[in-house]
Structures are given as structure tokens and as C-alpha cells.
């Protein structure tokens, strides 16, 4: 039914490509690349990957909690297969995965915030990413003319039927494999800003409320470990 829903907004909207031209030129030259996108994005990267990446394999990493894998099944009908884990605490084998599948040349795809927040705050797994594999990072995002947004930690989209829509992308960050620990932040913050302004930016186009990223304290409390195994992920 969620694969079903996503077909509906994509087919029943009018939806726009902004800012292609460097990503399909990198894919024609056979360089792979990292997508990083917004947890309350998600709902439709599966559909704008394959107008951009055409037949390019594209992996993305989802958490494997019970909420990831029902999200695997969803992207998974739509030809995107899952890198399970995060690479956060314990995240050694989701970064060799990654590693591995950019090195094969597939596009990697991942939620800087995922999957349990703080909302829109990068964590560090994936600049580690970028910085092993030498490859950049593209920040995408979509914003929908008509939409719900979820009270959940990561204020999640639902676009709704009929809609205009635009896929953005943004330039791309490289991290030099040289950084010491302060360039790497540096790196981290340079995405957090940039993944941040161009999600706000197509908001404000539609003339949307604008979603803010999580505050210090806000983000302390969806830190905290879930009560019980069933909200492992919220």
C-alpha cells in the first residue's frame, strides 16, 4: 500500500528535476557518488533516482530495526537495494558495505540524521564515508506544493495527491582524506548547512512552513534510548 501511495504522488503531481547536470555527468563518466538527503525525505528518493541515475545501481543505507526493514520492502520494489545497518556506534560492516558498493561503482544513499535523529543534524558516519571512499557527497532534497507533516522526531513529509513537486540537488562536498579532526567538523557542519538551505529553499518556493532543525535540547531528548524495543526507531 505504501508502494502504491508513492506511485500515486509521483504519477498524479507535476514534479521537476533542479540541478541534474552534474550528477548525470559524473554517472556518464562512471564516478559514483553519495547522496545525502533529510530522514524526512525519504518517501520519495526511490522514484527521483531512477530519472536521474537511469539503470546505475543505487544502494541505500536504511537502518535494520523493524521500521527499517519495513522501509526496505517499500524501496525495494522500486529497484533500490538496502545497505542494512548505520554508521553510527557499532557501524563497522554497514561502512564496509558502503565502501565495498561505491568501489563497484553503485550510488550510495543516505540519511545524515537517521535513523534516530537529532532532526536535520549531520552525524559524522558519513563524512567518514566520503572520506575513505574519496568520493563526494551530492545533498538532494524534494519539497511538494502540498503536503502533511508528521509529528514524529524528524517532522516526516507526506506528500499529498495533485501536487507540484521539485527534486533539488546541491553542489557536491568533497572531504580530503588528509583532514585532521577539526576539517572533518568542518566538513560535517558544511553539509548540515547546505543539506539545511536547499530543503528550506524549495519549501519557502511553495510557501511552506519552514522546518527547523532540532535544537541542543530537543536533540538530547531523541537521543535518549527508546523504553522499549518496539520504539527503536520511532
Known amino acids: 500500500m505504501a508502494a502504491f501511495y508513492v506511485r500515486v504522488i509521483r504519477f498524479s503531481g507535476r514534479w521537476q528535476q533542479d540541478g541534474t547536470d552534474l550528477p548525470r555527468q559524473m554517472l556518464e563518466n562512471g564516478q559514483p557518488f553519495i547522496v545525502a538527503f533529510w530522514h524526512q525525505r525519504l518517501l520519495m528518493m526511490a522514484y527521483t533516482w531512477s530519472i536521474v541515475g537511469g539503470d546505475t545501481p543505487f544502494k541505500m543505507l536504511i537502518s535494520a530495526h523493524r521500521d527499517g526493514e519495513i522501509i526496505s520492502r517499500i524501496i525495494g520494489l522500486f529497484g533500490v537495494e538496502t545497505i542494512a545497518g548505520s554508521t553510527g556506534k557499532g557501524g563497522a560492516t554497514a561502512l564496509r558495505n558502503i565502501l565495498k558498493a561505491l568501489k563497484a561503482g553503485d550510488v550510495v544513499g543516505m540519511t545524515p540524521d537517521g535513523p534516530r535523529g537529532p532532526r536535520m543534524r549531520a552525524s559524522s558516519g558519513i563524512i567518514t564515508a566520503a572520506r575513505m571512499s574519496g568520493m563526494p557527497i551530492f545533498p538532494l532534497t524534494y519539497s511538494t506544493s502540498n503536503r502533511r507533516v508528521l509529528r514524529s522526531w524528524d517532522r516526516f513529509i507526506l506528500p499529498l495527491p495533485f501536487s507540484r513537486g521539485v527534486f533539488g540537488w546541491g553542489q557536491p562536498i568533497y572531504v580530503g582524506k588528509d583532514l585532521d579532526a577539526a576539517g572533518l ?44 524495543a518496539g520504539d527503536a526507531t520511532r
Open 185 to 228: 567538523e568542518a566538513k560535517r557542519l558544511e553539509l548540515e548547512n547546505s543539506l539545511t538551505a536547499l530543503t528550506q529553499h524549495y519549501d519557502r518556493e511553495y510557501g511552506l512552513d519552514i522546518i527547523e532543525p532540532a535544537g541542543l535540547d530537543e536533540g538530547a531528548k531523541q537521543k535518549r534510548p527508546p523504553r522499549d
